[in-house]
């Protein structure tokens, strides 16, 4: 097992990286990398068929995996950690018994998959006291980054007699367009999934999951669950495997459970090798070839590209052009267009640069490939395959005929299982991403992959590494959010966070990095400002917007104001963009007030006035403000026949909270429940906090007659949305509320008369025991 080796007498390792009681080299020369393991289960028998194998470091800063592999990658022991976490997943499994029936998920991490020393592990499997049955699980962002390694890697694993299993399906487009490219026995649905409300999105995750599961076989792994209705969802959506806290959290040592049954992955052959030859070659004996010139193909690959373009960011596009001289500017221009609605484009060809045009993948051929001699366009999506598959006839040899007028042998075919080999077959030959360190411009280079010569001498390494450690410093100290996204690939990853904005995006920086911008929008996002945000970046300027972004699994809605600034290399193209985030939904919802107080013909609030009615911690109404409004709101519905509903909410647990993680601790999670109360109301219902850990609702406007019945509805929303885990910066927690019911005029006809009764009713759910009895 590789490992970085440390000189234990000194201060540095023998690569010249820092070594101390906390720096992962020190954890990986003593061996402190270790695993749990958390339990997955069968959904339809409630058997445990399975392990996830999770990585820790040793107690203190580097024991959270985030942060570990977070300082392996700013340490370059990235490939290292990763090694060693599998080793300690082979060993902790073998130690723990976990072995046949049972199966053990090991990760492997994206931008060290093509050198994972798989093999080795057999010598551990080999001496497990039973069969150790591993599947490996990876996500899209490998094959984005590296689709010739991952591809090959896949085969690897297939070889050795594991399974395969594709991770966090569904936080990104781009696992939908791969899915059929990896064929994995596993499909991992990400845990937003099962615990966010259903939306169209969801649906169409679940559409193209279930359409490859059908086809292939394949399992459904819904991870998150961690209450009975997150359960209930993941066997809505079609899951019949399930991980979470509701089965067991991770463990060291697990309890041994009392159901155990086989996991049936399907059968490892169900997809050919990755043996190299070209897409033509991949059309089945006896396949009908027609004939046309050039200017024809050129038409029916501009109809596959329109096809692509409908299809959207689930779509795979790859393409040869023979040789660059052919991916003409009105190519570029209809291939920027591929870039940014579809989920990954590729090209081929000789003489073709890395990346023909922003975020488009390409690679230069060697002269005696037979792809030179071939013109390919193929597109993959969930529910759509196509490829145009041709050969060059040579007749323009010596300049017999005119350009246009060259002739192909060809076909056009629509048999998936032919797209898909014809997909590999082009992903196998592009060149893996430069990584591009924050600060620092990738450099260009030829066809051929030749260093173009700077203007400037390039700076020692020394000298590179104490820049970018300045550059990153200043970044991670900044009380803004920081993003550096990298523009000279596909899809334009993030490949820098600060922790500002980590705490924003409410994702670990592992979780974002290599991952796009637009995992923050939501179906609320304005497209418009979206698209102006596009449209700045595509002519290389900077642009100011205010975007509605969501934070978290939890999708808890916030006001982004986001500066985007490019960066240029010496030639002047952009390579990066820098993002500065800040979080206004505090201006937001204040102006968004105030303009509806405007709208409803009420005077403008001064600020000493927003001081008297407000509740300084969370910004809604206090106490007096909704007497005010909810008495006026009384009035109306008397004169106008309606109900007014008034809910009254106590949390439960949050003393524990205050109790186990401090007073702060407290206050974060009343601003959480606030924000969610918030955006589970109408604009005309009225909210408020009346102190501690109480919070008012009115619902204005009801049918007198479906008044009760809609408040208990709003009432359940309310309580599902405040019982979801929230993410504190002293960690997760999850409390729950009891919300007690009163309407007017059934139960009273002043605030007075419902807050007595919804006081009741709150107190009869939170202490049924005691209540019994009054």
Not at 74 to 95: Q, V
Not at 200 to 225: D, F, K
């Amino acid at each position: 097992m590789t490992s970085a080796r440390v000189d234990v007498e000194g201060a540095h390792d023998t690569a010249g990286r820092p070594r101390g009681p906390d720096t992962v080299a020190a954890v990986l020369a003593v061996g402190g990398v270790r695993s749990v393991f958390q339990p997955i289960v069968d959904l339809s028998t409630g058997a445990v068929a399975a392990y996830e194998a999770l990585a820790r470091g040793p107690a203190g800063p580097l024991e959270n995996p985030e942060a570990l592999f977070e300082a392996a990658r700013r340490d370059g022991l990235l490939a290292e950690l990763d090694s060693d976490c599998r080793a300690a997943a082979f060993r902790g499994a073998c130690d723990q018994g976990l072995v046949s029936p049972l199966t053990v998920f090991v990760n492997v991490e994206p931008e060290v998959v093509d050198g994972a020393p798989l093999s080795e592990l057999l010598a551990i499997a080999d001496g497990a006291p039973g069969e150790l049955r591993i599947v490996l699980e990876i996500t899209e962002r490998a094959l984005a980054t590296r689709p010739a390694e991952l591809l090959r890697t896949v085969e690897r694993v297939r070889e050795m007699g594991w399974g395969i299993a594709l991770d966090d399906v569904g936080a990104e487009p781009a696992s939908l367009a791969f899915m059929s490219l990896l064929r994995p026995d596993v499909v991992k649905l990400d845990m937003y999934l099962v615990q966010a409300e259903a939306t169209p999105h969801v649906a169409a995750v679940m559409n193209s999951v279930n359409a490859y599961a059908e086809q292939s076989g394949a399992l459904v792994l819904a991870e998150g669950i961690e209450t009975e209705r997150h359960l209930a969802t993941a066997l809505a959506l079609g899951a019949t495997l399930g991980q979470g806290w509701l089965f067991g959290r991770p463990s060291a040592a697990p309890v041994a459970p009392d159901l155990v049954q086989g996991l049936a992955l399907p059968s490892p052959s169900q997809g050919p090798g990755e043996s190299l030859t070209s897409p033509f070659a991949c059309l089945p004996p006896g396949a009908v070839l027609r004939q046309g010139q050039k200017r024809l193909l050129i038409e029916l690959s501009k109809q596959l590209e329109s096809q692509a373009l409908q299809i959207g960011d689930t779509c795979v596009v790859a393409s040869t052009f023979q040789f660059s001289r052919h991916f003409t500017v009105a190519t570029a221009r209809r291939y920027r267009g591929l870039v940014e609605r579809t989920g990954f484009v590729c090209a081929v060809g000789d003489g073709l640069p890395l990346e023909p045009v922003p975020g488009l993948r390409g690679a230069s051929l060697e002269p005696d490939d037979p792809v030179i001699g071939e013109w390919d366009v193929v597109v993959l999506s969930p529910h759509f395959s196509a490829a145009l598959l041709a050969r060059d006839l040579g007749d323009a040899t010596g300049g017999r005929v005119d350009d246009m007028d060259r002739s192909f042998e060809y076909a056009l075919t629509y048999d998936r299982r032919v797209v898909k080999q014809a997909a590999r077959q082009l992903m196998l030959r592009v060149a893996p991403r430069r990584a591009v360190a924050p600060g620092v411009s990738p450099a260009e280079h030829s066809p051929r992959g030749h260093a173009v010569a700077a203007a400037e001498p390039p700076l020692s390494r020394e000298a590179e590494q104490a820049r970018d450690a300045l550059v990153r410093r200043a970044l991670a100290a900044s009380v803004n959010g920081v993003t550096i996204s990298d523009m000279t690939v596909p899809d334009q990853p993030m490949t820098f966070t600060n922790a500002a904005f980590d705490r924003l995006a409410g994702f670990s920086a592992a979780e974002l990095i290599d991952r796009n911008c637009r995992l923050l929008q939501g179906p609320d996002t304005d497209p418009a400002a979206v698209d102006r945000i596009r449209s700045a970046i595509a002519a290389g300027r900077e642009c100011t917007e205010l975007l509605l972004n969501y934070r978290g699994p939890q999708r808890e809605p916030w006001w982004n104001e986001v500066h985007l600034s490019p960066v240029t290399d010496e030639t002047g193209r952009v390579v990066q963009y820098i993002g500065v985030q800040n979080d206004v939904s505090a201006r937001v919802n204040a102006e968004r007030e105030l303009a509806l107080e405007r709208e409803r013909g009420a005077a403008y609030l001064v600020r000493i006035e927003q001081l008297a009615y407000t509740d300084p911690l969370t910004g809604l109404m206090n106490r007096r403000r909704f007497e005010d409004r909810i008495e006026a709101a009384l009035l109306t519905s008397r004169m106008a026949e309606r109900a007014v509903a008034l809910l009254f909410m106590d949390l439960d647990g949050f003393k524990a909270v205050n109790d186990s993680l401090g007073h702060a601790a407290g206050d974060e999670l009343l601003k959480v429940v606030a924000t969610r109360l918030a955006h589970r109301v109408r604009a005309s219902d009225l909210l408020a906090r009346l102190g501690g850990d109480e919070f008012l609702v009115a619902l204005t406007g009801l049918d007198p007659a479906q008044a009760a019945q809609e408040a208990q509805a709003v009432a359940a929303e309310l309580s599902a949305s405040v019982t979801r885990p929230v993410r504190l910066d002293a960690g997760e927690v999850q409390v729950g509320a009891s919300i007690g019911v009163a309407t007017s005029p059934l139960d009273a006809e002043d605030f007075g008369g419902l807050f007595h009764i919804a006081d009741l009713r709150m107190y009869e759910l939170k202490h049924p025991a005691t209540s019994a009895g009054r």
